[in-house]
């Protein structure tokens, strides 16, 4: 398969284009954002704090972002054009994850300028980051093609939301009952350990399972990407 | 001369309910195909078969001699051109970022945007946001992106629906220069006006079937009642065959200067729909 990125470049730009002007999407960008600048002020403490703000990051703007703009061109009818185009699936779904990349990288930057983290491994952490980006991207395009509209994504995103933001929760009842301790295999759940482990003085070593099953999950969920967005091209 | 679609024999079930039955039809290279019936007879079903949107249920559907599911392949989406009832533009940008897109997608250097907007009379509208566009400006933009890149076979399911006069004009000079630069136009339509103007052949589709496929000359010639109608000074209308007698009693009409008009009493595509189908077309 060819890969283009003259027309993935493309897609980015009328994609970035198009969400400067909606409002209702780039305006999520924020909600982390400001949870981050207050946190900033009273002070974080424990990596379970900074992760809740980056959890909601990959939610808020890789996955929400990522299917509002899929859920929208399906909504209009312009995805359609863009399968009837010279384009490969590789080069659309790239182009139409780039601004959610480039925007959840820059928004988990701000946020950990904001709250002051400065983790024991930057290299370590930040290739486990970037491989989340891919994963949460992936949840939000699957729900993008899997709504008709933006509105129904946005529904449809919220329990992801909150069980992506939220499970980390759940962590001081596993003893209780050790089913919970299936979701120590989460993905996001995998991030905020391998976050406490480089603060103990973790490096590569000890830290490839983690990064290993966060992009087991990715690979997974980019499978299953592919596989809809290539039903989505013919209709039933 | 080349067949650029071959269809045989296709069918397309949705449930129990039939889309299309049995049908078979070619269109030449360089030549404007009609698929004229009312809404829901299956002529956007058809085209989407043929632009591998939708699978047929069973018999053959080739474009460019390939089967229509190697149309994915990146060579031959090149060579296609698709306008479909929806716009599929994007409602917040402008029209030339909307045609930007697509000359990147299909590797068509920008100044081609001038040309096309030029051919749908819109070349001072670069800057319009799509969302504040007129009905018919937004069909024209639509048209001008289904023949950005110079299809070498182009789509077009119903054209000028909802546009008026004037507007459709304009579409139909566009399409007529593209005919001329040697484009093959496959084109739907309830429209016998448009039908007439653009198309080469037509076949009439009624409840997914063909029931109906030839020139609009020789069909209008098929089911012509032989007859010449005349229009005298008085007000009266008559009709004379075209034989020998009818030729006489023109004649001693016109030499009383009693005409006011005459001419050659051929149906119209619309009323060989309705005499073939029993159906109305809109």
Same mark, same amino acid.
């Given at each position: 398969?060819?890969?283009?990125?003259?027309?993935?470049?493309?897609?980015?730009?009328?994609d970035?284009?198009?969400?400067?002007?909606?409002?209702?999407?780039?305006?999520?960008?924020?909600?982390?954002?400001?949870?981050?600048?207050?946190?900033?002020?009273?002070?974080?403490?424990?990596?379970?704090?900074y992760?809740?703000?980056?959890?909601?990051?990959?939610?808020?703007?890789?996955?929400?972002?990522?299917?509002?703009? @899929?859920?929208?061109?399906?909504?209009?009818?312009?995805?359609?054009?863009?399968?009837?185009?010279?384009?490969?699936?590789?080069?659309?779904?790239?182009?139409?994850?780039?601004?959610s990349?480039?925007?959840?990288?820059?928004?988990?930057?701000?946020?950990?300028?904001?709250?002051?983290?400065?983790?024991?491994?930057?290299?370590?952490?930040?290739?486990?980051?970037?491989?989340?980006?891919?994963?949460?991207?992936?949840?939000?395009?699957?729900?993008?093609?899997?709504?008709?509209?933006?509105?129904?994504?946005?529904?449809? @995103?919220?329990?992801?939301?909150?069980?992506?933001?939220?499970?980390?929760?759940?962590?001081?009842?596993?003893?209780?009952?050790p089913?919970?301790?299936?979701?120590?295999?989460?993905?996001?759940?995998?991030?905020?350990?391998?976050?406490?482990?480089?603060?103990?003085?973790?490096?590569?070593?000890?830290?490839?399972?983690?990064?290993? @099953? @966060?992009?087991?999950?990715?690979?997974?969920?980019?499978?299953?990407?592919?596989?809809?967005?290539?039903?989505?091209?013919?209709?039933? | 001369m080349?067949?650029?679609?071959?269809?045989?024999?296709?069918?397309?079930?949705?449930?129990?309910?039939?889309?299309?039955?049995?049908?078979?039809?070619?269109?030449?290279?360089?030549?404007?195909?009609?698929?004229?019936?009312?809404?829901?007879?299956?002529?956007?079903?058809?085209?989407?078969?043929?632009?591998?949107q939708?699978?047929?249920?069973?018999?053959?559907?080739?474009?460019?001699?390939?089967?229509?599911?190697?149309?994915?392949?990146?060579?031959?989406?090149?060579?296609?051109?698709?306008?479909?009832?929806?716009?599929?533009?994007?409602?917040?940008?402008?029209?030339?970022?909307?045609l930007?897109l697509?000359?990147?997608?299909?590797?068509?250097?920008?100044?081609?945007?001038?040309?096309?907007?030029?051919?749908?009379?819109?070349?001072?509208?670069?800057?319009?946001?799509?969302?504040?566009?007129?009905?018919?400006?937004?069909?024209?933009?639509?048209?001008?992106?289904?023949?950005?890149h110079?299809?070498?076979?182009?789509?077009? %399911?119903?054209?000028?629906?909802?546009?008026?006069?004037?507007?459709?004009?304009?579409?139909?000079?566009?399409?007529?220069?593209?005919?001329?630069?040697?484009?093959?136009?496959?084109?739907?339509?309830?429209?016998? %006006?448009?039908?007439?103007?653009?198309c080469?052949?037509?076949a009439?589709?009624?409840k997914?079937?063909i029931?109906?496929?030839?020139?609009?000359?020789?069909?209008?010639?098929?089911?012509?009642?032989?007859?010449?109608?005349?229009?005298?000074?008085?007000?009266?209308?008559?009709y004379?065959?075209?034989?020998? %007698?009818?030729?006489?009693?023109?004649?001693?009409?016109?030499s009383?200067?009693?005409?006011?008009?005459?001419n050659?009493?051929?149906?119209?595509?619309?009323?060989?729909?309705?005499?073939?189908?029993?159906?109305?077309?809109?």
């Amino acid at each position: 398969m060819t890969f283009s990125l003259k027309r993935s470049l493309a897609i980015f730009r009328k994609d970035y284009k198009d969400v400067s002007k909606n409002l209702y999407v780039s305006t999520t960008v924020l909600m982390p954002l400001i949870l981050a600048a207050v946190y900033g002020r009273t002070g974080v403490e424990t990596v379970e704090v900074y992760f809740l703000v980056f959890n909601l990051t990959f939610t808020m703007v890789a996955a929400y972002v990522q299917s509002a703009l @899929i859920a929208e061109e399906k909504e209009k009818n312009t995805l359609r054009g863009l399968m009837l185009s010279p384009a490969t699936t590789a080069e659309i779904l790239g182009g139409k994850s780039m601004l959610s990349f480039l925007g959840t990288l820059i928004v988990l930057v701000m946020c950990a300028f904001f709250m002051e983290y400065q983790p024991g491994n930057l290299l370590i952490i930040s290739v486990a980051s970037l491989i989340s980006i891919v994963f949460y991207i992936g949840i939000g395009t699957l729900i993008g093609l899997l709504t008709r509209s933006v509105m129904e994504a946005s529904v449809a @995103i919220l329990p992801v939301a909150f069980f992506f933001s939220f499970v980390p929760l759940v962590k001081p009842f596993m003893d209780e009952y050790p089913i919970l301790k299936a979701v120590n295999f989460f993905p996001n759940l995998q991030l905020i350990e391998l976050a406490n482990q480089i603060e103990t003085g973790a490096g590569w070593g000890d830290s490839w399972s983690a990064i290993l @099953i @966060i992009l087991g999950w990715t690979v997974v969920i980019t499978s299953f990407v592919v596989a809809v967005y290539n039903r989505k091209m013919v209709d039933h | 001369m080349e067949n650029i679609i071959e269809v045989k024999n296709a069918a397309k079930l949705f449930g129990n309910e039939t889309a299309l039955n049995d049908v078979s039809f070619h269109v030449k290279k360089g030549e404007t195909f009609g698929f004229l019936g009312p809404s829901g007879s299956g002529k956007t079903t058809t085209i989407k078969i043929l632009t591998a949107q939708l699978r047929q249920t069973s018999g053959d559907a080739y474009v460019f001699g390939v089967p229509t599911e190697r149309l994915k392949e990146n060579k031959y989406r090149k060579k296609i051109g698709v306008l479909t009832d929806n716009s599929g533009l994007y409602s917040r940008l402008s029209i030339y970022e909307n045609l930007k897109l697509f000359c990147d997608l299909y590797d068509v250097p920008p100044m081609r945007i001038d040309e096309v907007l030029a051919m749908v009379q819109l070349q001072n509208e670069h800057k319009k946001i799509v969302s504040k566009l007129s009905k018919g400006m937004l069909q024209r933009v639509t048209l001008a992106r289904a023949f950005l890149h110079k299809p070498e076979l182009l789509f077009l %399911d119903e054209p000028t629906s909802a546009l008026d006069p004037v507007n459709s004009r304009h579409i139909y000079k566009g399409l007529e220069k593209l005919k001329s630069e040697g484009t093959t136009i496959f084109l739907t339509t309830h429209d016998m %006006d448009e039908a007439e103007t653009l198309c080469d052949r037509v076949a009439f589709l009624n409840k997914g079937s063909i029931q109906l496929l030839d020139q609009p000359k020789r069909l209008r010639k098929q089911f012509s009642n032989g007859t010449i109608r005349v229009e005298l000074m008085d007000g009266r209308e008559i009709y004379l065959d075209r034989g020998p %007698d009818g030729a006489e009693e023109l004649y001693e009409y016109m030499s009383a200067g009693m005409v006011e008009s005459a001419n050659s009493n051929e149906p119209t595509l619309g009323d060989i729909f309705v005499e073939v189908t029993g159906r109305k077309l809109s």
